[in-house]
């Protein structure tokens, strides 16, 4: 008998989400019940961090991604980092686990001497993450500090 006609949709919907994201599209994968219930809303916002909607809103990406199915929504944030705390930081999802990943880019450290055009320049790389990047030029100390907050929801750093 399949699990699909014993169990409720729901029910179902509540086991995948307690697995994986990898799990969840090989179950999609079994059967065309299964597809529809691994590929759905309920099981893709479980795998997504719980401020997902606070980091999107406060990004520099159009509030459509927002929109999308949340399988479509944990994809593209695997595949396609958003910039977010003024395009100072990217972030993204790993994908296997769905934590998450942020880049820090120069203008979010405290560099030492970093406006001083005699150690530093301020750069554009076309292939960088990062609109501007720090170039050394000279400096005979280098001291970079950085800080990370983390907060859960409605974090409003």
Not at 126 to 141: E, Q, W
Request: proline share 6%; with cysteine.
């Amino acid at each position: 008998m399949e699990i699909t006609k014993v169990l409720p949709d729901d029910c179902i919907s509540l086991i995948i989400s307690l697995t994986s994201p990898r799990d969840a599209c090989r179950l999609a994968l079994l059967s065309h019940a299964f597809n529809s219930i691994a590929d759905s809303n309920a099981v893709w916002q479980m795998f997504l961090p719980l401020d997902y909607i606070h980091i999107i809103s406060n990004s520099s990406s159009p509030p459509s991604l927002l929109s999308l199915p949340k399988k479509d929504l944990y994809s593209t944030l695997c595949y396609h980092p958003i910039l977010t705390h003024n395009g100072d930081m990217k972030f993204q999802l790993e994908k296997e686990s769905g934590k998450k990943w942020y880049m820090v880019g120069a203008r979010a450290l405290s560099i030492q001497w970093v406006d001083t055009p005699r150690h530093w320049t301020w750069i554009s790389l076309p292939d960088s993450r990062f609109c501007r990047v720090a170039k050394l030029k000279n400096v005979g100390r280098l001291e970079i500090k950085g800080k990370a907050y983390t907060c859960g929801v409605g974090c409003q750093h």
